[in-house]
């Protein structure tokens, strides 16, 4: 289970539109700066920022060689995110399936008037 | 209408055999508040409801498993019969702690029957994405505010 501060970071990179980008990029596989940098209209140490928050939040993970340091999506996460969002799911859809109950029990006492 | 979620958030769209005004007096009222919301296992034995745009809202609910667990937040907008938009956040220190989540729901109604469209989406989203962090902030202390107030009164 994540650390309520470690969500917090993965949410807050998620939060951002080209930090999405990149991840939608890596889904399909590797990638170094260079060719993540290619499909916006930013700088190399701006792509680089980006790729600082979302290793910082676990989001991805980067290559060790100084040159080629390729950078792929950490499914962990994300997964994290996923498991947070169902459990928001569940509360909600419980809470929804009592209030059609609570509103077939208010219609009967309605009738009996 | 929302067709593009992000990976934070959550739609979830109902059909109920109740006209809208009667949705919208379970979401607003206390005293029906505390029958619907939670899971099956829990019960809400405690709902203030301050029901205006910048109001707050407080409840708790309970399970045997679980325990106590609050929830709360402040409602942003209300048009009756239509829609509520509301923060909403738990107490307690979970991995959800502190989590500002914006809800939205909207009532349409067709031939007596109203679908419930409820969109929930991360307030870090939001808070990025639009920058009114001062606006929230000032909202987020009335609402401790208010529950001190509650807390007082018990």
């Not at chain 1, 792509?47 to 950490?74: D, F, M, N, T, Y």
């Not at chain 2, 505390?34 to 609910?61: H, L, V």
């Amino acid at each position: 289970m994540p650390t309520p501060d470690a969500l917090s970071a993965t949410l807050s990179a998620l939060a951002d539109p080209t930090g999405r980008a990149i991840l939608a990029r890596l889904a399909e596989g590797e990638a170094t700066v260079n060719e993540l940098a290619q499909p916006f209209a930013i700088s190399l140490p701006a792509v680089s920022r980006h790729l600082k928050v979302l290793e910082g939040a676990g989001l991805i993970s980067r290559g060790r060689e100084a040159q080629w340091r390729p950078c792929r999506l950490e499914a962990d996460a994300l997964r994290d995110v996923d498991d947070w969002l169902g459990r928001y799911r569940r509360f909600w859809s419980g809470s929804f399936d009592k209030m059609d109950a609570y509103i077939a029990e208010l219609k009967r006492k309605e009738k009996r008037r | 209408m929302i067709t593009d979620l992000a990976d934070d958030e959550l739609l979830i769209t109902r059909t109920f055999d109740a006209p809208a005004a009667l949705l919208f007096q379970l979401w607003s009222r206390p005293e029906h508040m505390k029958r619907w919301m939670g899971p099956a296992s829990f019960t809400c034995p405690a709902a203030e409801i301050d029901f205006r745009p910048g109001g707050a809202y407080r409840g708790m609910i309970q399970s045997a498993e679980h325990g106590e667990n609050w929830f709360g937040g402040v409602y942003r907008e209300i048009v009756p019969d239509r829609k509520i938009v509301f923060t909403f956040a738990w107490d307690n220190d979970g991995p959800s702690a502190g989590h500002q989540m914006l809800v939205t729901i909207t009532f349409e109604e067709r031939h007596g029957r109203t679908v419930q469209t409820f969109h929930q989406k991360s307030f870090l989203t939001i808070q990025s994405r639009d920058g009114h962090v001062s606006g929230w902030t000032s909202a987020f202390d009335k609402l401790a505010a208010y529950a001190a107030t509650l807390a007082e009164e018990q």
